[in-house]
């Protein structure tokens, strides 16, 4: 299996543009999650997944961030409009429930930056 | 609200001896707790779990323990190498059903030759 797939792996756009991410979980795990890195706040959860269906959206940080799934292999999550404070590295993780030992499997990560 | 505290400071390490790394909480009871290796520029990768009712996990060089009671764990990787160098975060579980978590804000290790 080739892992958690993401793409693009370098965003860079201009303030108050459209960004899109995209997510391939691993084929089986049912259970998708959405994480943002920065030094200051370190690895937070934005949103996850469980066959398709948001289970908990409350990291998310503002209305400008949505995320889908609209199927088993496949999620996005769009900011709208992009500000600069929305620069970090994305990183989406996916995992099998019920299932041992619990661990999560990451992508490599989507670094944006917002100018 | 739960909070997760590891050593904000990076460990600097000789290599061969053994590295020790700790992660706190508090307000919260874990069913169960996870440790990952995060190299620059990469996603995080899993280690080890080790669940509430173990006090003591182990993996090749690598070893968990886990003191409810202290709310501690203690991630230890004995004989170090150079390669082991990267941030290691650990991670509580948030809610099982799931497997959501919550992750530490990692301590970077150096090991040097």
């Known amino acids: 299996d080739a892992g958690v797939i993401q793409s693009p792996r370098h965003e860079v756009t201009e303030m108050g543009q459209e960004v899109t991410l995209r997510c391939k979980p691993i084929s089986g795990h049912n259970s998708l999650f959405w994480y943002r890195q920065t030094m200051m706040r370190g690895l937070e959860l934005l949103i996850y997944f469980n066959n398709n269906v948001p289970i908990d959206d409350s990291g998310m940080p503002e209305d400008r961030f949505s995320a889908k799934m609209p199927n088993a292999s496949f999620s996005t999550l769009k900011i709208q409009p992009s500000e600069p404070r929305d620069s970090a590295v994305y990183f989406c993780?996916?995992?099998?429930?019920?299932?041992?030992?619990?661990?999560?499997?990451f992508g490599p990560g989507t670094r944006l930056t917002v100018l | 609200s739960q909070k997760i505290e590891q050593n904000s400071e990076a460990l600097n390490i000789q290599e061969g001896k053994t590295a020790t790394l700790t992660c706190n909480y508090t307000n919260y009871s874990p069913a169960y707790l996870q440790w990952y290796r995060q190299d620059p520029g990469r996603g995080p990768v899993f280690l080890l779990l080790i669940r509430e009712n173990e006090k003591e996990k182990r993996k090749e060089r690598l070893k968990v323990t886990f003191d409810t009671t202290l709310k501690q764990s203690l991630f230890h990787i004995t004989a170090s190498q150079p390669a082991d160098s990267a941030t290691y975060l650990c991670?509580?579980?948030?809610?099982?059903?799931?497997?959501?978590?919550?992750f530490g804000a990692g301590t970077r290790l150096a090991v040097h030759p």
């Open positions: 993780a996916s995992s099998l429930v019920p299932s041992q030992p619990g661990e999560q499997f």
């Open positions: 991670a509580l579980d948030w809610d099982g059903g799931y497997n959501k978590l919550i």
